[in-house]
């Protein structure tokens, strides 16, 4: 199965083809002005790599963000363009969800079993939607023995030879940059039954915020912060295609995820 990936919702542009689970071409650059230009031509250039033909595409998978407003529109115009013409399915993946997957390849397993103690481990993508306002959620990172429903999971994830799933907690929140780490503070104690969690953050908040998320790290211990991951990871958004297509998951009309409501110009 060969798999087009397109992730325009950030500065770094990624096009990724897989087959079977693996990335055999990608490219990956700085996007400018001519997103859509850039688009064609590094898809062009992704599957002449691989020696595949457009044609030859089973699922096409794509970054609804939240992002770059413009691009990550075009690049969702390009992945429904093209599962139209081709009449193959396009998966549009959250962005937060794709970044809770970079954070957990992270994850050494150091806290899986710390001073004895049976720790859970709890990742937070964050992103910095501007207007001094982040969007955010939660999610578990469980050991396969210890999931409950696979077909709930929005990834898998091997590490160290351990298996693991990744499990959404709650909704996405979109809170001030002020109230952030009260909000974060109050969502992790509401998360009953677990006495001991380890919360990883990370996302492209780090960029602006890494004073802000480094103090919260250095007043909270079992608080830590990923600081490699400022951009997606164009290998999550493929395992997340993947889980999406092994969960069975329905084929929903794919839109640009917006934190705000649309409000009309001049209001």
């Given at each position: 199965?060969?798999?087009?990936?397109?992730?325009?919702?950030?500065?770094?542009?990624?096009?990724?083809?897989?087959?079977?689970?693996?990335?055999?071409?990608?490219?990956?650059?700085?996007?400018?002005?001519?997103?859509?230009?850039m688009?064609?031509?590094?898809?062009?250039?992704?599957?002449?790599?691989?020696?595949v033909?457009?044609?030859?595409?089973?699922?096409?998978?794509?970054?609804?963000?939240?992002?770059?407003?413009?691009?990550?529109?075009?690049g969702?115009?390009?992945?429904?363009?093209?599962?139209?013409?081709l009449?193959?399915?396009?998966?549009?993946?959250?962005?937060?969800?794709?970044?809770?997957?970079?954070?957990?390849?992270?994850?050494?397993?150091?806290?899986?079993?710390?001073?004895?103690?049976?720790?859970?481990?709890?990742?937070a993508?964050?992103l910095?939607?501007?207007?001094?306002?982040?969007?955010?959620?939660?999610?578990?990172?469980?050991?396969?023995?210890?999931?409950?429903?696979?077909?709930?999971?929005v990834?898998?994830?091997?590490?160290?030879?351990?298996?693991?799933?990744?499990?959404?907690?709650?909704?996405?929140?979109?809170?001030?940059?002020?109230?952030?780490?009260?909000?974060?503070?109050?969502?992790?104690?509401?998360?009953?039954?677990?006495?001991?969690?380890?919360?990883?953050?990370?996302?492209?908040?780090?960029?602006?915020?890494?004073?802000?998320?480094?103090?919260?790290?250095?007043?909270?211990?079992?608080?830590?912060?990923?600081?490699?991951?400022?951009?997606?990871?164009?290998?999550?958004?493929?395992?997340?295609?993947?889980?999406?297509?092994?969960?069975?998951?329905?084929?929903?009309?794919?839109?640009?995820?917006?934190?705000?409501g649309?409000?009309?110009?001049?209001?």
């Amino acid at each position: 199965m060969y798999i087009l990936n397109i992730d325009s919702t950030s500065r770094k542009l990624s096009i990724t083809l897989s087959s079977n689970g693996k990335i055999i071409s990608s490219v990956s650059k700085e996007s400018d002005c001519r997103v859509l230009e850039m688009i064609m031509d590094d898809i062009d250039s992704t599957l002449k790599k691989a020696q595949v033909s457009i044609k030859e595409i089973d699922v096409l998978g794509v970054n609804r963000g939240p992002g770059d407003f413009t691009s990550t529109r075009v690049g969702i115009s390009v992945a429904k363009t093209l599962s139209w013409v081709l009449d193959k399915p396009v998966y549009g993946i959250n962005a937060l969800d794709i970044f809770a997957h970079t954070i957990a390849c992270s994850y050494t397993g150091s806290a899986n079993n710390k001073n004895g103690q049976d720790f859970r481990i709890i990742l937070a993508p964050c992103l910095d939607v501007k207007k001094n306002e982040l969007y955010f959620s939660l999610y578990w990172l469980l050991p396969v023995d210890k999931a409950v429903k696979d077909a709930e999971a929005v990834a898998r994830i091997n590490v160290m030879d351990q298996h693991y799933i990744i499990y959404s907690i709650g909704d996405n929140t979109l809170v001030g940059v002020d109230e952030f780490p009260r909000e974060l503070d109050n969502l992790i104690k509401n998360i009953k039954g677990v006495k001991n969690k380890v919360v990883i953050i990370g996302g492209n908040c780090l960029e602006g915020y890494i004073d802000m998320l480094s103090e919260i790290a250095s007043c909270e211990k079992d608080i830590f912060i990923y600081k490699k991951s400022v951009f997606p990871n164009p290998i999550s958004l493929d395992t997340c295609v993947r889980q999406f297509i092994k969960n069975n998951t329905s084929i929903q009309r794919v839109e640009p995820i917006y934190v705000r409501g649309f409000v009309p110009f001049g209001k």
